[in-house]
Nanobody, 121 residues
């Protein structure tokens, strides 16, 4: 299976910055994409940003120009640099990876346990 370990969440003031990290491990043959999603209280989980193995990125409109997603050199890690944070960025941030396991011939999505980000006004 796949384990995703997230870190870097916490409390920030509006206008501040945080950097989230996620590392994937396990019986991974290949990773085609990694990304970040978030869920605010009472709301559905939503896309924040994704990055493919080729480096292609996609951002939610609400974070464009403020957040930057990147992959680590090991390619099994993903980061999101969050600048100019707003109170509406508050939520639990989840890492997701789309990976093929060594024991399978198809890819599947795997989720981390989530890390809390709280932005105070």
């Amino acid at each position: 299976q796949v384990q995703l370990v997230e870190s870097g969440g916490g409390l920030a003031q509006a206008g501040g910055s945080l950097r989230l990290s996620c590392a994937a491990s396990g019986d991974i043959l290949s990773i085609s994409a990694m990304g970040w999603y978030r869920q605010a209280p009472g709301k559905q989980r939503e896309l924040v940003a994704t990055i493919t193995s080729g480096g292609g990125t996609n951002y939610a409109d609400s974070v464009k120009g403020r957040f930057t997603i990147s992959r680590g050199n090991a390619k099994n890690t993903v980061y999101v640099q969050m600048n100019s944070l707003k109170p509406e960025d508050t939520g639990v941030y989840y890492c997701k990876t789309r990976a093929v396991l060594t024991t399978r011939t198809y890819d599947s999505d795997y989720w981390g346990q989530g890390t809390q980000v709280t932005v105070s006004s």
